[in-house]
């Protein structure tokens, strides 16, 4: 899927696998003006950052990585880059990066609130909290691809640069990344063969007992506003976890989702069904230099598998704990060999509408998004010739316009943080804090105490 010019400074290609499933997930919430799976993310500043130097370094970023500044062309079937000439550049970065009043006193988790979605990249500073909240649509970039941006646009800010420095001449298509297509070698022929793997692959979601969920969600049937609620655990308790992990022979992700999971199974029913759920996970360190480090910014490099666990053969955390263990384990090159039926057969069951699939049983149910260790990809502190930018704060997450309670794990600063992302129509807020506080709980009790 190469870039192939098609007119004097226009290029395009078709949009790749994971591309198409993301996007067709977005559409079935557009037209309640909503998008399934948008992420957002929010970093505070400790000190106030000057307007002119962001909207510098906001150009150095999409210099750097001119992918941010494609969009979709009127089919809806290739995505297109036309080399931006200084006036397009100018009304590009006034439309994506977007600079509040002082006398705005909202936060970045109000604003995001109040924002439509929007088809590109865009970043919007609140003066008043010295917040900046970014935005992308998950066909372009998924968490760790908009981490990644993140460090780079910082480190840009803490440099400074001038735009007079910034040529676009049509050579920006060679500092594209990969489609994940590409980068991961997917065969996208589908044969007989493939297509049966693609079932295998998916065969969990089908067989089983009953579906279970949540059975305090609310009556709703149309979504409302995509809330979110997090906590951490202070770094003393969160090295004893990270300790008590190793010891018990588990990943932190494995020991989180465990506590989350045990915390399901007291408010689910059927008490004795199975939860349906998909594992993401980060691919980049299974693809080939430069797309397994910075040059993967701004990309969607990764993938999910099918998981069910029977809640009637695993009820205790040490029960369910050992069989995530051997899940997440498993060998991903299946996916990788079935992929181009596997995520078309899993986008066509996600992108269903809106108003069947919330009447799909199992519905209500939580997933766990485990980002890792942050520290790896994001700093504390950027110090550069312009600026010393230090991170307070800092979150992500997505939209949720479904009954799914998304969930969130990360390590920054040596401190665990996990999160609830949730629509309100479907879940009383009480509810999911309910739930937040029992699985910390859990985490404290299995792992510390």
Not at 305 to 325: H, Q, W
Not at 385 to 396: F, H, K, S
Request: aromatic residues 10%; charged residues 20%; contains cysteine.
């Amino acid at each position: 899927m190469s870039w192939q010019q098609t007119a004097p400074g226009v290029y395009a290609r078709p949009f790749d696998t994971i591309e198409r499933f993301y996007r067709g997930i977005a559409a079935s919430g557009a037209h309640l003006n909503r998008e399934q799976y948008l992420i957002s993310s929010t970093v505070q500043f400790k000190d106030a950052v000057s307007v002119e130097d962001l909207r510098q370094a906001w150009k150095a970023l999409i210099h750097k990585h001119p992918q941010q500044a494609t969009v979709a062309d009127e089919s809806g079937s290739n995505l297109t880059y036309t080399v931006l000439s200084p006036e397009n550049f100018d009304a590009w970065v006034q439309k994506t990066l977007i600079v509040y009043p002082e006398s705005d006193t909202r936060s970045a988790e109000e604003l995001d609130v109040a924002l439509s979605p929007c088809p590109v990249l865009t970043a919007h500073y609140l003066p008043a909290s010295r917040e900046l909240l970014f935005r992308t649509p998950h066909w372009r970039s998924d968490g760790v691809g908009l981490i990644l941006l993140q460090d780079s646009f910082f480190t840009l800010l803490a440099e400074g640069s001038s735009a007079k420095d910034l040529v676009f001449d049509g050579s920006e298509p060679s500092r594209f990344p990969a489609t994940m297509d590409s980068a991961a070698s997917i065969n996208l022929e589908v044969t007989p063969e493939i297509s049966q793997g693609a079932d295998a692959q998916l065969a969990a979601l089908f067989t089983g007992s009953a579906p279970a969920a949540f059975d305090a969600e609310l009556p709703n049937s149309l979504p409302s506003e995509s809330r979110r609620i997090g906590t951490h655990l202070s770094r003393e308790e969160s090295q004893k976890v990270i300790a008590a992990s190793k010891a018990r022979g588990l990943t932190v992700t494995v020991a989180v989702h465990a506590a989350l999971l045990t915390v399901m199974l007291k408010h689910a029913t059927p008490a004795d069904g199975r939860l349906i759920c998909f594992t993401t996970y980060n691919i980049r360190d299974r693809l080939p230099a430069p797309w397994n480090g910075s040059a993967a910014a701004g990309t969607v490099y990764h993938t999910g598998r099918a998981c069910s666990v029977e809640f009637g053969a695993n009820k205790t955390y040490d029960e369910i704990a050992k069989f995530l263990t051997s899940d997440y384990k498993r060998d991903l090159q299946p996916l990788f060999d079935y992929m181009a039926d596997y995520v078309p057969k899993i986008g066509a069951m996600l992108a269903a509408p809106l108003e069947l699939a919330l009447q799909a049983p199992g519905g209500a149910h939580p997933e766990l998004s485990s980002l890792g260790d942050l520290d790896k990809w994001l700093k504390h502190q950027y110090v550069g010739a312009a600026n010393t930018v230090e991170l307070q704060d800092w979150w992500l997450g997505v939209e949720v316009i479904n009954k799914l309670l998304q969930s969130y794990l990360w390590t920054r600063n040596g401190e665990l943080t996990i999160a609830h992302h949730y629509n309100e129509a479907f879940y009383d807020r009480a509810f999911v804090e309910q739930i937040l506080g029992e699985w910390k709980a859990t985490i404290v009790k299995e792992l510390i105490e």
